[in-house]
């Protein structure tokens, strides 16, 4: 059988979860392609997937959506990249590559990234079968639908309500992400095995590991070095080694002189640190936290733009981590999390590190996560 994954901007942060099902119908024996921006092309191949084309908005388009989204007020930054970047934007650059390539090949099934809505379109008007991945919890995907409705439906009256009914795959366990989806799969991904311990980059060092990452988007950020800096600055006085990846995207050498107990690398995955780590801070991507979670670790977040926030929320209002962030300005506007915060970041990595219960409470909700069916079963029940 033929599947046809579909993925739109936003890098490993929306190609990762929908890697899982991907990978599950290929070990199955079934013939996998991806969609995707071409920007992506690379990153696609790197997954072990074929790259079937796809679209992109130019740069200077997509460019002052992005740096708006960190700062403007909640309801209005959500409007702007759930409508306007990924529901119009993105969809408009999607849509010709996906009904080409869904015409010419016919896949038996669609796996799609919620924000890629092209494919929804598409399923809609050629009667696929079509399920989506999600790469958030299950409230920020539902909230989104109904953001992105009027510029979805205009290309198919409808095609938002398909979004809406149609199978939701999430690996986020039931006591953190209830679900109005009417149908929800809960699975997970067995980890990869890891590679190998990480070099010994500290010199010798025994202190707790702290992994620090803010994932591949903020790198195209013109605050990305601040935010940098700031995690830089917080994590200067900590008894640890702390591991700081800043994608590819990112010239490292802007962040000068780096404290002695800090190391930096583009890219390590993360397998090979969750195997090591004791907290992971992170901006709070659903990808991380999943993974974090999955691999029974505290994590603090300190968020920056998206679902970042509600990610970090949750998990601190489940007792598996903390959050730190800036609070709205009068005017209901955001900060992007600066200095100011780095006494904060320190204060809630070494209470982590400090108190079990965070560390207890990431393994409980480890073990429900590893309690749900295998990404494996659920694939193989939308083929059926």
């Known amino acids: 059988m033929r599947v046809l994954g579909s993925c ?47 679209g992109v908005p130019p740069e200077d388009e997509i ?20 409508r306007e970047l990924f529901g119009r934007l993105a969809t408009h650059w999607m849509l010709p590559p996906v009904r080409e390539v869904a015409a010419d090949w016919r896949p038996d099934l669609i796996l799609r990234d919620p924000c890629e809505h092209a494919s929804a379109i598409v399923a809609a008007e050629l009667d696929l079968p079509v399920a989506q991945v999600g790469i958030s919890v299950a409230v920020a995907e539902w909230r989104a639908i109904g953001r992105s409705a009027p510029v979805i439906d205009v290309h198919h009256p409808g095609a938002s309500h398909l979004e809406w009914a149609m199978p939701y795959l999430t690996r986020f366990p039931a006591s953190l992400d209830p679900s109005r989806f009417a149908t929800t799969l809960r699975y997970h991904v067995p980890p990869p095995a890891p590679s190998g311990l990480l070099p010994d980059w500290w010199r010798g060092s025994s202190a707790p590991l702290v992994y620090v990452t803010f994932g591949t988007v903020l790198g195209w950020m013109t605050y990305a070095a601040d935010v940098y800096a700031t995690a830089l600055a917080a994590m200067a006085d900590l008894d640890a080694r702390v ?50 979670l999955a691999a029974g670790l505290p994590v603090v977040g300190m968020p920056v733009f998206a679902d970042q926030f509600t990610n970090s929320r949750i998990v601190a209002a489940a007792g598996a981590g903390l ?12 900060q992007v999390i600066g200095s100011e915060a780095a006494p904060e970041l320190t204060a809630a990595v070494r209470r982590v590190l400090a108190e079990p219960s965070y560390t207890r409470r990431a393994a409980e909700i480890a073990a429900e996560m590893a309690a749900t069916p295998s990404v494996d079963d659920v694939v193989a029940g939308l083929l059926g």
């Open 323 to 334: 959050v730190v962030e800036r609070e709205q300005d009068p005017a209901g506007r955001r």
């Open 63 to 82: 460019r002052p959506i992005r740096e708006q989204i960190p700062v403007l007020p909640a309801a209005d930054a959500s409007m702007l990249g759930d």
């Open 243 to 292: 591991l700081l990846t800043v994608g590819h995207q990112f010239d490292a050498t802007l962040l000068g002189e780096l404290p002695p107990n800090v190391h930096v690398e583009a890219w390590v995955d993360q397998v090979d640190v969750f195997q090591e780590a004791s907290v992971v801070v992170t901006h709070g991507g659903s990808g991380t936290v999943y993974g974090a």
């Open 8 to 54: 739109s901007l936003g890098g490993a942060g929306h190609l990762g979860p929908l890697s899982g099902p991907l990978r599950a119908a290929q070990r199955a024996g079934h013939e996998v392609r991806v969609v995707a921006p071409p920007t992506m092309a690379d990153m696609v191949a790197s997954a072990g997937f074929e790259w079937a084309g796809g």
